[in-house]
């Protein structure tokens, strides 16, 4: 790709309506575009980012035998009533009327709907565990959206379903996507802690906040720091190792503001390792039993008796993920964005210096192209006439992780590459996509 074609429309200042780092490099860097309060366009480079978090939370809810279907944005409001939350739901609900009168809504999350598919469809225990989930837009009307993509109204989700004939099977497929999860925001390279958390509307008596660290976060939370620490890596998909796993992570008292409790936290937790900060809640899990089900009359058979199934949801903000990567990755000394190399919209950014119009530096930079298609190296070639600081300070934005800079010094094989916040080095086109390429394995 060349940057002259690409659709990456870069503001020169940010934009004074953004608060906070993310908001900001998303409009600066032409990743999305607000429509109206709320609600964004999402052009190439945040589509893109977008696209490669969504495949990783695909892949990883796949694993543990989920799958995958998609319903639709618009629903009935019928089935809210038979839950009882088409009133509870209050003003953050989209409603709408259809041309026949009827109440329609634009779904802020799905547990009725997929209910209703799965009381029609499942009529026996033998069927279960099922783990269904989509991703899909979602509409909530927020009071005050704000931040950009990370509090806006309509946001894009990746929300899953359990259903179990009783609690010790429902808490075996809670405890599967505990471990999805941990390692979805590992793939991601960051570090989210499960915490305690209150259910809030979906309602139940489980439930766990994966949270990021981040000055610039809207959760407050309260944490041992011995819980950063725990590692996650040899589970497996089996009943015991996995109520262990998370039996590992809730030795340390670790919640949010709503489960706060002062004593608590000052008796459970030395001094030395009571962490008080904020932070970005970027997935929640919940376990709530036959909330749904019983009001919706969602039962199977089991052993002639009609048993109502155990239910848990779980969610992931795949957009909002976007801009927490940027929170979590931005680095302010040195004003440089440097995206995970398993979401960046390219790999390498080539980057060549212009001089008066000779176009000879760019003639070079097309020559690497071939080696770097043939090892699946995406890249982005700079052939505008800019400046070469203007490119780097430009591409220190939008957080492509490695360049390669053809200068006027460059001769023979060598071409001087950069890892961002590295020193660069001389090296030639093999050694560079080995490089490029054993980054993707980490
Ligand atoms: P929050 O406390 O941030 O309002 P929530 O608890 O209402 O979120 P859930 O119902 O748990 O949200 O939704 C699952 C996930 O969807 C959240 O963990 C979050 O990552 C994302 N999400 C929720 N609301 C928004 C929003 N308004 N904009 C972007 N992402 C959101
Ligand atoms: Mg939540």
Known sequence: MFFSKSFIPILKNNPAEAKIKSHQLMLRTGMIKQSSAGIYSWLPLGFKVMKKIEK?????????????????????????????????????????????????????????????????????????????????????DELRPRFGIMR????????????????????????????????????????????????????GNLSHEFIILADTGESKIYTDKRIFDVKSDETKLQKESLKNLRGEFEKFYSVTDEKYNEKDFNDKVPEEFRLKTKGI??????????????????????????????????????????????????????????WPMSVSPYDCAIIPLINKGDKKNIDKAINLTKKLKEHNVDYIIDDTEESFSAKMKKFNLIGIPFQIIIGNKTEGDNFEFINVGNDSKNLNIDEIVKIINQSKKN
């Open 152 to 203: 806006c109204r309509e946001f894009y989700m990746k929300d899953a379903y359990s259903f179990d004939i009783n609690d010790d099977e429902a808490l075996f497929s809670y405890n599967k996507f505990f471990l999805a999860y941990l390692k979805t925001f590992k793939r991601l390279n960051l570090s989210a802690i499960p915490m305690a958390a209150d259910t809030g509307p979906i309602g």
């Open 281 to 338: 809640e970027v997935g929640h899990i919940f376990y709530f039993g036959d909330k749904y089900s019983k009001p919706m009359n969602s039962s199977v058979d089991f052993q002639g008796k009609k048993e109502f199934v155990k239910m848990g949801s779980y969610g992931v903000g795949v957009s909002r993920l976007v801009g927490a990567i940027i929170e979590a990755k931005y680095d302010d000394k040195k004003e440089i964005m440097k």
């Open 56 to 140: 990783i939370v695909r892949e990883e809810q796949d694993k543990i035998g989920a799958q995958e279907i998609l319903m639709p944005t618009i629903q009935s409001a019928e089935i809210w009533r038979e839950s009882g939350r088409y009133k509870d739901y209050g003003e953050e609900m989209l409603r709408i009327k259809d041309r026949q009168s009827r109440d329609m809504l634009y779904g802020p999350t799905n547990e009725e709907l997929v209910t209703d598919i799965f009381r029609t469809s499942v009529k026996s225990y033998k069927s279960l565990p099922q783990l269904l989930y989509h991703i899909q837009w979602k509409f909530r």
